[in-house]
């Protein structure tokens, strides 16, 4: 019984979120980071999003029942770059 009250607690806790790592083309500097970064920090539903300039890559923690992934895109479109989506994961 403990045990299934701790699972129902991160349930409740941090169901919903889930992890995307999106490819993001086009940046060149670190003013490119920090559009992007703001652009999904910007999006309902996002908890945080990390840019980094080497990789190339968005790492974007987000509630997916406020927000999903077309509109994470999205949010990285409108300041001027295009993402990819490699990977989603649920938070656990």
């Known amino acids: 019984m403990k045990k299934l009250i701790i699972a129902l607690f991160f349930v409740l806790l941090f169901g919903g979120e ?3 790592v999106f490819q ?10 920090s559009a992007i970064k703001r652009s999904l920090k910007m999006t309902p539903g996002v908890k945080s999003a990390k840019v980094i300039l080497n990789t190339k890559k ?3 923690i987000f509630d997916d029942e406020k ?8 949010a990285i479109d409108v300041v001027g770059y295009k993402g990819k989506l490699l990977k ?5």
């Open 18 to 20: 889930k992890v995307g």
């Open 24 to 33: 993001i083309d086009g940046m060149t500097c670190p003013l490119c980071t």
């Open 58 to 60: 968005a790492t974007v």
């Open 88 to 92: 989603i994961k649920e938070v656990r």
């Open 67 to 74: 927000t999903d992934t077309e509109k994470l895109l999205k």
